[in-house]
Structures are given as structure tokens and as C-alpha cells.
């Protein structure tokens, strides 16, 4: 594995180290974990309606004479057929009934927190902590505190599809990762409905790193807020 340090963008070549060989920052990445089944099974089901969706607007556009007559044509139709099909069967399931839920879109903003976060811990070290909080994520702590600070990671605090702030906790072990959840609809901290980020979203990878633009800088015109 190879990537670029987002400081003095010199090359790496194997395992991330602590800090970078050559300037010295430094650069941690957190380690893989394995998904939540229950979140890996919102997010299929939603790919597969957002593919039916494709399908469906590709047919709804004008057809030329050629592209009726051709074999991939009638396998899109028998693929889309088949797609719309066992969308109409899960409806009868209620537990799987996800068609861009409120449920979807608080774990769209759990994955973006996540990853944010999985940022914020490879360029100063660790998570933010207890009293930080997300807020570290947009406002600066300060160079006391984070001296390798190198955000805004996101543009703004989002909440949850029930209006509820997310909750977090600094991880307890160097090794484990943060806690990280929406309460769900009950609004109600430990319980069955509760939403959790796809683990691996905390691990950022080193892709991002050769063209990391702070938040401020990828979406001109928004306000950060300063510590």
C-alpha cells in the first residue's frame, strides 16, 4: 500500500506509520471493523431501489428503432422486471420497507460524520474528546489543544431525521472506535431503533489524502464557525 502524506505530500510506500517520515506529522488511521447486519441490510435495500429507479427512467426516455430491435435492450427490461419484482415482495415485509427512509437518511449523516471523523483522527492523532465533541469537526479547538488541526472537516453539525443531535463519546481503548449513534425515532439513547455509522466509514483509507481540501475550501460560501 502506497499513499501520500497531506502535509508535505512526499510518497509512502507500506503500513501507515505514526508520522511521516518526512515532516514528521502526524497521521493515524484507525483499524477495519466489521459492518452491522442490520445497517448492511438498509443499505442493499436501498441500492437496489435506487438501481430500479435508473432502470425505470432509462426506459421512460425516447427509444430509437435500433435500441428496440437490439438483445440488451429486452435484458434491461426482463433486469428491470426482475428488480421491480422483488421491491414489490419486500413491501410485504415491513421491516424491510426502506424506499429512502427516514431511517436512510440519518445513516447517510451517520457515514459523513464518520468519516469526518476518521479524518480528524488521521491527521491530529485521536478522536475528539468528550468536551470537544462533533464541534471539533467544524470550529477549530485551537493549536494548544490540536496543534495538527487541519480542518473544517464538514461544513455544519448535521441532526438526525427526527431532529435530535447525534450522540458521540471519545473511544475508550486507542484501539476501539468512538461512539457514534442517532437515538432513532423513540428519541431514546440504547434502544432496538437505534442507528449506528458503517464501521469502516471511520477508517478514511489514504486516496484522499494526495487531494485534501478542507471543508471551507470545497463548498465556497459557507460559514465555519471559529472556536
Known sequence: MAYRCPYCKSLIEGEPPPKCPSCGKTMVVPKMHKPNPRIARYRAIDKIWYEAEQKKAALQGPLTPSASKGPRFYMGVVLVLLVIGALVLSRTDKSVEQKRSPELRTLNNLDVLAEALGRYRFH????????????????????????????????HLPKDFWDMPFVYAPPETPDSLPTLFSCGPDGQPGTPDDLVPDPTRFDPGTEWTNGWVRAMDRLPGITILNP
Open 124 to 155: 491530529t492523532g485521536g478522536y475528539p474528546t468528550a468536551r470537544q465533541g462533533l464541534a471539533a469537526l467544524v470550529r477549530d479547538p485551537g493549536l494548544e489543544q490540536v496543534p495538527d488541526w487541519n480542518g473544517p472537516y464538514i461544513s
